[in-house]
């Protein structure tokens, strides 16, 4: 996780307040979602959607988001499970649609195996989103130029990809943020690389439903 100040910067950055209904796609440990179940309120809904293409992962990715939600005060908090593609099936519509270190993965055979092409989950995503949602997507930034060649390989995608594909599904980009950036990483070594990990230069793109 990062540290306060970043994290409030994101916070700010997916501009999601009290009462809002925030979808956190893939959310790993869990840590986004109690942060966005803070941030909503008893009013707001927090779906933690679980991928069905990373469900079976050794560390049981739902089990862990139910145990999550019965944590005391996480009432607001609903572990939901489904294809990429059919997650405006398991959620209510929402305000948010966060992505956090995920979206190179839409290019990896794993992911695409049931379906899920970055095309088809950025219409789900618009599916799935009010009429002036927002779609926020942070990622490990490749080289310039070097477009998905390193999804696999580094964990890295180059950044305009992500705003061509997502622009292409029919959203606008909204803003743009820097608070991650690192101009000392070369964009050469695998994201899990002892001298580079949780220091990778991070793209944050916010994009809106029209």
Known sequence: MYDQAKQSRLIDF???GAGATVIDVYPGGGGWTRIFSDVVGSAGQVYSFVPAEVAHFENDPVGLMR????????????????????????????DVVWMHLFYHDLHTPLIQSKGATANAFNRAVYAALKPGGRYVIVDHAAASGSGTSDTQT??????????????????????QG????????????????????GKTDRFAYRFIKP
């Open 14 to 16: 997916a501009r999601a």
């Open 67 to 94: 145990a999550l939600a019965s944590e005391q005060g996480r009432e607001n908090v609903h572990p939901v499970s489904a294809n990429l593609v059919a997650m405006s099936d398991v959620a209510m519509p929402a």
């Open 178 to 197: 820097d608070m991650l950036a690192n101009r000392d990483d070369g964009h050469k070594l695998r994201v899990f690389d002892s001298t580079i990990k």
């Open 154 to 175: 580094l964990h890295r995608i180059d950044p305009q990809v992500v705003v061509d594909e997502v622009q292409a599904a029919g959203f606008l980009l909204e803003a």
